[in-house]
Every structure is written in structure tokens, then in C-alpha cells.
């Protein structure tokens, strides 16, 4: 399994970015999908998650109201569409799969994730 991310780049303070993640190697039916940051000097972090399904999404709270993720089940490609762009969201962005349930209380932990992307970086300065 291959997880290619792209749409990062240098944008302005209130600027949009959408990040695009798009699995190869295996059809997700199952599981979730979710995005994680790592800033300068900062820990990996979560930053929003949706389940295959798609009946459910989940937001850390320093994106929620700004950040939006979606899937395209025909596309195997998940998007986290980035609205209100601040210069704290600055970091290299990964995508990462569960290829099986991920139950609510770890859908914001790295350990559900069984495949990673390469990242991409995000960078937001005036």
C-alpha cells in the first residue's frame, strides 16, 4: 500500500490550501483515513480523520470550523480542505490509513495508522 499526499505550499496568513491523499495498492472499504502534522520542533499531531464509510469525521480543536476532510471512495483519495490558514497550521502534513475499525478513543492515535505517507510541506508566512 502506497499513500502519495500533494497540495501543500507557501501561502499567506487567511489563505486556503486542500491537501489531496491517494491510496494505491489497495481499495479501502474499512477503516479510516486521517492527516497528522509535525511542526518545527513539535511532536506529530493529529489533525482530522474520516472513516471510510463516511458517515463520521473527527477534528482536533485547532482545526475544527477551519479544516474540512472528505473522501472520494471511487477516487481512493482522501482531501483536507484548509480554510483560515494561520501561521501555527505551518508543518510537513501526512496521511496516513487504518485498513480495519478504528474504535472512536484511538482515531486520534498514530498507533491505528498501518500506512504513512511521505508528507507534504505546508508553510504559512507573511
Known amino acids: 500500500v502506497q499513500l502519495q499526499a500533494c497540495g501543500g505550499g507557501l501561502v499567506q496568513p487567511g489563505a486556503s490550501l486542500r491537501l489531496s491523499c491517494t491510496a494505491s495498492g489497495r481499495t479501502f472499504t474499512s477503516g479510516a483515513m486521517g492527516w497528522f502534522r509535525q511542526g518545527p520542533g513539535k511532536q506529530r499531531e493529529f489533525v482530522a480523520a474520516?472513516?471510510?464509510?463516511?458517515?463520521?469525521?473527527h477534528y482536533a480543536d485547532s482545526v475544527r470550523g477551519r479544516f474540512t476532510i472528505s473522501r472520494d471512495s471511487a477516487k481512493n483519495t482522501v482531501y483536507l480542505q484548509m480554510n483560515s490558514l494561520k501561521p501555527e497550521d505551518t508543518a510537513v502534513y501526512f496521511c496516513?490509513?487504518?485498513?480495519?475499525?478504528?474504535?472512536?478513543?484511538?482515531?486520534?492515535?498514530?498507533?491505528?495508522?498501518?500506512?504513512w505517507g511521505q508528507g507534504t510541506q505546508v508553510t504559512v508566512s507573511s
Open positions: 496516513a490509513a487504518a485498513p480495519t475499525r478504528v474504535i472512536l478513543s484511538a482515531i486520534q492515535s498514530e498507533a491505528s495508522y498501518h500506512y
Open positions: 474520516i472513516r471510510w464509510s463516511g458517515v463520521s469525521t
